[in-house]
């Protein structure tokens, strides 16, 4: 099965339950919820406050993606706030620590997820392996909304996909960057089944439409 997740990045602030509301009437199964610190990523985007007021709004399945440094400073008060899963990157610190991190997110009772940039090597995600519900591969460079998907990406999403299989792995593989009606059939095909679409679903007049053709319906 085929999740779509729209990026919150994407949705209009001033209306922000309105927004999320929409997509949910449009089909969407996920919310994608974008963190970066100015640090990791040269951007600043959303934190603790907003998350909280986001899950007292809707019911639909938040993903936290946290592209901050040292992630395991936050993963469990994002657990708190009312994320489901919290997906930490592998580059935000020493391994122990990403380890550290994906302990406290399955203590605190939510899945949780790995993420690598363009410039990781899929093996990268093999020391958690075993903890994680969700690998995410980014296919753009994290940090900006609105890039270009970088389809030389997909090796690495069809090498996980066949490990996954190999092992008999019940991981979801997640997909971010640049996804839209003509680049989701890519993903897709390559093993990817959540989709991550910020602009191509909240920039488009008939959201029921752009989620139902990211999915491949």
């Known amino acids: ?13 001033a209306r922000l339950s309105e927004e999320i509301e929409d997509v949910r009437r449009a089909g969407a199964e996920w919310l994608h919820y ?6 990791f990523v040269p951007n600043i985007s959303m934190g603790i406050p907003v998350l909280q007021s986001v899950r007292k709004v809707t019911d639909l399945f938040l993903d936290a993606h946290l592209m901050v440094t040292e ?16 997906n930490v990157h592998v580059e935000a610190d020493r391994e122990e ?9 399955r203590q605190a009772g939510k899945l949780c997820g790995v993420t690598i940039k363009p410039a990781t090597p899929w093996e ?18 994290p940090g900006f909304g609105g890039q270009h998907f970088m389809p030389e990406q997909m090796s690495k999403v069809r090498a996980l ?15 971010d960057g640049g ?12 093993g990817a ?15 029921a439409e752009a989620v139902r053709l990211i999915r491949g319906e």
């Open 1 to 13: 099965m085929i999740t779509v997740a729209p990026s919150l990045l994407a949705a209009d602030f």
């Open 34 to 39: 974008d963190v970066m610190d100015g640090v």
């Open 71 to 86: 992630p395991v400073r936050y993963a469990k008060r994002f657990c708190d706030a009312g994320a489901d899963l919290v």
């Open 97 to 105: 620590k990403i380890l550290e991190a994906l302990r406290d997110i």
């Open 124 to 141: 990268a995600v093999l020391p958690f392996i075993d903890l994680v519900d969700l690998v995410l591969v980014m296919t753009v460079e």
């Open 161 to 175: 996909r066949r490990l996954f299989d190999e092992r008999g792995l019940d991981i979801r593989l997640e997909v």
């Open 179 to 190: 996804v839209d009606r003509n680049t989701a059939p890519v993903c897709i095909e390559a």
């Open 193 to 207: 089944d959540v989709l991550v679409a910020g602009s191509a679903v909240f920039c488009t007049n008939d959201r």
